[in-house]
């Protein structure tokens, strides 16, 4: 019993993680990330193709492991799975109110972690917003993905070619 009861879990959360899994050539894809790339080859520091950002369509070809061949415009190239979504109605970071929320998000909710909790901890921490300033100013800094690969090569923390 306890055998078929795993077997129906894995079936259900297999099923879950492949809803979001195009399956046709031709299915749309929404970039759910800030900023991404589109890729000539699938790995993560291969050159870029195109600029990507959150909201950009893509058409899918086909999938190779954790990269999905896609088209963008006239542009060829991969993405990573974790960047796009299948789901047409996806709410995107300036979308207002989600109506589903992550298990982590869902985990701090039980903890007591809502709107007043925030605000108290706000009030009773008045450098974070500081903090917070200070962390937006190093998310914008970034670095070239020129330098990054030269680094990551002179670190040998790159395999030769990649």
């Known amino acids: 019993m306890r055998h078929a009861i795993r077997v129906l879990g894995l079936g259900a959360v297999l099923s879950l993680l492949a809803a979001d899994v195009p399956q046709d050539p031709g299915d749309v894809l929404t970039v759910t990330r800030k900023t991404t790339k589109l890729r000539a080859q699938k790995r993560s520091f291969a050159p870029a193709v195109a600029d990507l950002v959150e909201g950009d369509k893509l ?29 047409p109605d996806v ?3 300036g979308q207002g109110v989600r109506e589903t ?46 330098e990054l690969r030269t680094f990551l090569g002179e670190g040998k923390l790159l395999k030769e070619g990649k």
């Not at 899918?60 to 789901?87: C, E, I, P």
């Not at 998000?105 to 925030?118: H, I, S």
Request: charged residues 25%; aromatic residues 10%; glycine residues 6%.
């Open 59 to 87: 058409t899918f070809d086909k999938k190779d492991g954790a990269w999905l061949a896609v088209k963008f415009g006239q542009k060829a190239g991969f993405v990573h799975q974790t960047d796009v979504s299948t789901n």
């Open 91 to 93: 709410r995107l970071s």
């Open 101 to 146: 929320y992550s298990t982590s998000e869902t985990a701090a909710a039980k903890k007591g972690f809502n709107p007043q909790v925030e605000k108290q901890y706000r009030t009773n921490n008045p450098n974070l917003e500081q903090a917070f300033k200070l962390l937006d100013q190093l998310e914008a800094s970034g670095v070239a993905e020129t």
